[in-house]
């Protein structure tokens, strides 16, 4: 079934300005969060897009809702692995008491962690693609003393972290300028 415009284009309009990075398959991850105007339609418009990503890599998964939005986390599982797995962020993660590294068991225990906290869970940053040496400086300076800002807060590698924010940045333009000239979501999403 081909996407429509006019039946999806809320939804559409969100992975397109807030996943592009991780459509094209530069980044594991991205988040927004989704006004619903109503259950059915919600979760129609969420089903549709989960099961046509699918094929090309991508997963999603609501990791927080009430009856007015949705926290949608958009990712690559293959890309999450890896990120969750590297050394650094997985003492990161024993430490918050993550006891597996699976993907899909650590975004239960992510899930459970949001839903009892108002705040967002600093780990949070490594299911999106932050460097671990990020998060751990976040953590560590509460968000304050950071080298520079874009994506995320930088404490480890600048000159990285600028290069991997322009790429991000013009990803997401040249996304947005090809969505809005008529190409789908899924001729944009890169098969990862």
Known sequence: MKPNKRFFPRFEHFLIEYCAPTLAGLKT?????????SHAEWKHEYLFWKKQLRPLGVRFSVLKE?????????????????????????????KYGYGSLEPRQALCLLKRRLAESEDFPHEIGLFLGYPPEDVAGFIRHCGKN?????????????????????????????????WNEGRTVLQLTAAV
């Not at 926290?71 to 692995?81: D, E, K, P």
């Open 66 to 94: 009430d009856e007015k939005r949705a926290l949608v986390y958009v990712f690559r599982s293959t890309l999450l692995g890896k990120d969750l797995n590297n050394g650094f962020a997985a003492g990161l993660l024993t």
């Open 146 to 178: 950071c080298k520079c800002s874009g994506c995320w807060k930088v404490y480890g590698n600048r000159e990285e972290a600028e290069l991997r924010f322009a790429r991000y940045k013009k990803c997401s333009e040249v996304y947005r300028r090809l």
């Open 29 to 37: 991850g991205n988040l927004f969060s989704f006004p619903k105007q």
